[in-house]
């Protein structure tokens, strides 16, 4: 059996830009919300990016809707976009189990919606669907983001590039030295009207 990989050569393109905007967040987890909606308060033209069709990343994708550390055992910490977002959520019922610690549990389906509310009144761009592949480094510097998405293969500048990809993708791929840890599996799944036979 032969462990050699086996390659092929890809011919070398021209990639055209897009678009430039002042900061690029990869990732649309809580992460990079904070990070989109925080860059375009303060007057940063912001591009947010997605691989999937909505936000949320581990709370929306796999449900696991737990907030946790939001306190120092004893109390209610949070503050900024994390309390903002609380705030949000609690006058539509979309939190619940909370306890003094300041842990709680959201509605992943109104997450999802305040979270694009929160982006689009912050004056954030996003784009969904759309891959970060590579970063564009020029003179040993981040300077933007290959991505890809039903349009094809672009090229998106930027001044900076915040990676909220929660596997630190494009910092790997940038050179950053990343340890690779395991965690406990963080998927719950939901099922409602079943009935006994």
């Known amino acids: 059996m032969n462990n050699q990989l086996e390659s092929v050569n890809e ?8 678009q430039s905007v002042d900061v690029l967040v990869a990732g649309m987890g809580p992460a990079g919300i904070a990070a989109g909606v925080a860059a375009a308060r303060e007057g940063a033209r912001t591009l947010v990016i997605e691989r999937f069709g909505y936000p949320g990343g581990m709370i929306t994708g796999s449900h696991v809707v737990a907030v946790l550390g939001a306190g120092d055992g004893r109390r209610t910490l949070a503050r900024g976009i994390t309390r903002e977002i609380r705030e949000r959520l609690e006058p539509l019922g979309a939190v619940s189990r909370p306890n003094p610690s300041g842990d709680y549990s959201v509605d992943a389906e109104v997450f999802k919606w305040q979270a694009l509310e929160m982006l689009e ?23 933007g983001v290959f991505v890809e998405n039903k349009t094809g293969r672009r090229a998106i500048r930027a001044k900076v ?3 909220c990809t929660a596997d630190a993708d494009l910092a790997y791929r940038a050179g950053c ?12 799944i939901v099922v409602e009207g079943v009935g006994r036979i």
Request: charged fraction near 30%.
């Open 11 to 18: 011919a070398a393109r021209e990639t055209s830009v897009a």
């Open 121 to 143: 009144e912050s004056g954030s761009r996003f784009l969904l669907h759309t891959l970060a592949c590579e970063p564009i480094i020029e003179d040993g510097a981040v300077r």
């Open 161 to 163: 590039v915040v990676d």
């Open 177 to 188: 030295a990343c340890d690779n840890e395991t965690h406990d599996v963080t998927l719950r």
